[in-house]
C-alpha cells in the first residue's frame, strides 16, 4: 500500500531528453530539450558532464515554464552528457543520462538560404541592366530637375566671371552622403575645367579634404586641363562646425559666387549657410539626405535633391553605364521588395485562416530572424 502511494505522490522524471549540437551557429554551443512536466514544478536544472569527468556540473536552472536550454560553455570536439533535474520543494527527480553529444561550427546557415537567394536575384539584376547599358541600350532615368540646372549654373558663373562655391557637405567620409556628394564634385569640377571657371571646395573633414582635392585634380586631368587646375581652391578650414559655417558665410560675402552647391550631410548649420547664400544672388542647389535640414534647403535654394535623388546624381550627370545600370538595378530591386511587402502582407492576412495555414510556409522562408 505504501509502495502505491509512493508511487502516485513521487515526483515523474522529465522525459524525452533530447541533446544536439545547436544548428547554424559558430560552434561552441549544444541545444537540451525535455518534455515538460504536466505536474506542476518549481524549477528545471541542467547538469553536464564532460568525457573524462567522474562528476555532473549545473551548467543552468530553468523555470517551470521552459524546457529548452542552449549550453553555450562548452568546447568543440568534447563529448558530453546531459542530465535534467525537476524540482518541487525538496523532491527531486532526474531525467536519464543523454546520449553523448559534442558541438562543432557550421559552414552553412541553412535558416539564411532565403538571404543567399536574394543576393543571388539582385546581383543577377545588376548585371543584366549593366550589361545592357554597356551595349548601349538606352536606360530611361526620371529627370531630376536640381541636376539638370548644373549645366546652366556653371555656365552662369562662367558668363559673370564670379567663381563655384562648392561645399561637401559637414559629414566624415564614412557618411554615404559625403560619398554622393564627392560623386557629384567630380562631375562638376569636370564642367568647371571645360569653361575655365574658378572652383573652391572649402572643406570640414582632413580627409574629405584630401579625397576632394584628388577628385578634382583627376576631374581636371579626365577632361585634358590639367593646367587649369588650381590645388589652392580646394582647402581645409576647421571642424569646428560654427567656426567653418562662418568662414564659408564670409567666403559668399567676400567672393560673391555665382552657384553653391550644398551638397552632403549638413546639420544646424544648414540654413545660415543657404540663406546666408540666397541673400547675395547665387544659384543655389542644395541635397542631403538629412532629412531634418531638407525644408531649410527647400526653402532657401533654387534646387534641392531630396534623399536618394542625391545617390542617383552621379549616375545621372555622368551617364556612365556602371552607374546608370546599377542604378536601374537598384530601382527595379526597390520594385521587387515592394512587391513581396504587398504579397507577404496578404499572405500573413490570409494565413489566420484554417484552410491557408500553408502560406506560413512561404512567409517563414521570408523570415531572417
Aim: aromatic share 14%; hydrophobic share 45%.
Amino acid at each position: 500500500m505504501v509502495y502505491l502511494l509512493l508511487f502516485f505522490f513521487t515526483l515523474a522524471p522529465p522525459t524525452s531528453l533530447c541533446v544536439f549540437d545547436t544548428p547554424n551557429d559558430a560552434g561552441k554551443s549544444i541545444t537540451i530539450s525535455w518534455q515538460k512536466l504536466e505536474e506542476e514544478v518549481s524549477c528545471y536544472e541542467v547538469w553536464r558532464r564532460g568525457e573524462g569527468e567522474t562528476d555532473f556540473q549545473l551548467c543552468g536552472i530553468l523555470p517551470a515554464t521552459e524546457c529548452q536550454f542552449v549550453d553555450d560553455k562548452v568546447i568543440d570536439g568534447k563529448v558530453y552528457y546531459y542530465k535534467v533535474v525537476a524540482v518541487k520543494g525538496e523532491e527531486r527527480a532526474e531525467s536519464e543520462i543523454s546520449n553523448p553529444v559534442k558541438s562543432s561550427p557550421q559552414w552553412f546557415a541553412t535558416n539564411r538560404i532565403n538571404v543567399l537567394v536574394g543576393v543571388i536575384f539582385f546581383s543577377a539584376l545588376l548585371l543584366y541592366f549593366i550589361y545592357h547599358a554597356r551595349k548601349g541600350k538606352k536606360l530611361f532615368i526620371r529627370r531630376i530637375s536640381g541636376l539638370d540646372a548644373v549645366e546652366e549654373a556653371v555656365g552662369r558663373a562662367t558668363e559673370m566671371g564670379k567663381p563655384i562655391l562648392y561645399i561637401p557637405g559637414l559629414g566624415s567620409i564614412a557618411d554615404i552622403a559625403t560619398i554622393a556628394s564627392l560623386n557629384i564634385l567630380g562631375e562638376v569640377a569636370k564642367k568647371t575645367a571645360q569653361y575655365e571657371t574658378t572652383l573652391l571646395v572649402p572643406n570640414r573633414d582632413p580627409i574629405v579634404y584630401t579625397v576632394a582635392y584628388e577628385v578634382c585634380k583627376e576631374a581636371y586631368t579626365n577632361v585634358g586641363r590639367p593646367d587649369a587646375f588650381k590645388g589652392e581652391n580646394i582647402f581645409f578650414i576647421t571642424d569646428a562646425q560654427f567656426a567653418y559655417a562662418a568662414a564659408v558665410d564670409g567666403i559668399m560675402v567676400r567672393e560673391k559666387p555665382a552657384t553653391n552647391f550644398f551638397m552632403g550631410m549638413f546639420w544646424a548649420e544648414s540654413l545660415i549657410l543657404a540663406e546666408t547664400g540666397a541673400t547675395t544672388g547665387a544659384i543655389q542647389i542644395a541635397g542631403t539626405d538629412a532629412v531634418h535640414q531638407l525644408p531649410f534647403f527647400i526653402t532657401a535654394c533654387d534646387y534641392t535633391l531630396i534623399g536618394e535623388e542625391l545617390y542617383a546624381a552621379s549616375a545621372y550627370l555622368s551617364k556612365e553605364p556602371l552607374l546608370v545600370g546599377s542604378l536601374k538595378g537598384q530601382d527595379y530591386g526597390k520594385l521587387v521588395i515592394l512587391f513581396l511587402l504587398l504579397v507577404g502582407s496578404c499572405f500573413l492576412l490570409l494565413s489566420a485562416l484554417p484552410q491557408f495555414r500553408f502560406f506560413q510556409v512561404i512567409i517563414r522562408f521570408f523570415s531572417v530572424s
